[in-house]
């Protein structure tokens, strides 16, 4: 079936650090991918997304590039603020499909 | 614009009680789903609605989970005879258009279930 593997946490990191999260996935179809973040107390949203091979999705300073070569969809950003500090989950969805199919989730905390 | 809301934001409930969890999607969106949030893990899909109709109910754990969204616009989401199995955080999340359009899913902030 369809499925996400991304990095376990939690990661903690200083401010101005650099952040990788690492997201491959088990597609059958050609998948959309895409990154959500819930803040503390708030609900999921959409960081980023990606719908075919070679395409970077980016927000907010984070960026990700649908690797289809090797199945990869990692999450970056080169200086992570204080407001940065959330879960994020990778996800996909299979062309012709409609359900987002989500990775366990990556806790990060950035330190001031 | 307003967004996604849920209600109750808690709820705790006895094991045995029957359940009921709101969703108001955003106005005018077709799809709505729900998905289910166990501590620490990622979304799990439980069901698809295209307007009234639920199209997809194949995430569904049990007979003891029903859903519907009469109207096409406010859904329920109703756990019978809850179990402790059943605490968990319920996501309902809203898009503009029909299955197989890569529209953004917009997410609710939650229900969290807590079964004693």
């Known amino acids: 079936g369809d499925s996400v593997t991304q990095m376990e946490g939690p990661v903690t990191l200083s401010e101005e650090a650099f952040l990788t999260i690492n997201c491959t996935y088990t597609?059958?179809?050609?998948?959309?991918l895409f990154w959500y973040v819930q803040y503390p107390g708030e609900g999921l949203q959409l960081l980023l997304k990606a719908t075919k091979a070679d395409d970077k999705g980016s927000n907010k300073g984070f960026e990700a590039t649908y690797r289809k070569e090797t199945t990869s969809f990692h999450l970056e950003k080169g200086s992570v603020q204080v407001s940065d500090s959330a879960v994020y989950f990778c996800?996909?969805?299979?062309?012709?499909?409609?359900?987002?199919?989500f990775g366990a989730g990556t806790t990060v905390t950035v330190r001031a | 614009g307003a967004g996604v809301s849920q209600s109750p934001r808690y709820k705790v409930a006895k094991r045995g009680q029957d359940v009921a969890l709101r969703c108001d999607p955003i106005s005018g969106h077709v799809s709505l789903f729900w998905y289910q949030q166990a501590l620490g893990q990622g979304p799990e899909f439980l069901t698809y609605?295209?307007?009234?109709?639920?199209?997809?109910k194949s995430g569904l754990p049990s007979d003891r989970f029903f859903a519907e969204r009469p109207e096409g616009s406010v859904s329920t989401l109703k756990i019978q005879r809850t179990q402790q199995e059943d605490s968990a955080v319920y996501l309902c999340a809203s898009s503009l258009r029909d299955r197989g359009s890569t529209d953004t899913q917009y997410f609710g902030p939650g229900t969290r279930l807590t079964v004693l």
């Open positions: 996800a996909l969805t299979v062309s012709n499909d409609y359900k987002l199919s």
């Open positions: 609605f295209q307007n009234e109709a639920q199209l997809d």
């Open positions: 597609a059958t179809g050609y998948p959309s």
